[in-house]
């Protein structure tokens, strides 16, 4: 996998329920070698982001910036993260 995708997981909430978000950076225009290399990534949902866009600029730059352990990530607190490259 690590030659098709970077990516910044967290886990979200200071207790249950959790709640698993990330960000990835994907080589190509499909998702099928991160299905193919993780079988628990077909229960994620999965959106394109549109490079030109400039929201979709600023939810990247909140995943890929890591909040300091007080701040937060959209609003809510940052249990764990993980970063893959």
Known sequence: ????????????????????TGCWLLRGH?????L????????YTWTKLNPESEADRKIVDEYWSEPAPEEKLFGKV????????
């Open 1 to 20: 996998m690590r030659r098709y995708a970077f990516g910044q997981m967290y886990v979200l909430n200071a207790g249950a329920p959790y709640e698993v």
């Open 30 to 34: 499909d998702i099928a070698p991160m």
């Open 36 to 43: 193919e290399s993780n079988p628990d990534a077909e229960y």
């Open 78 to 85: 940052v249990y764990d993260s993980r970063v893959f490259k």
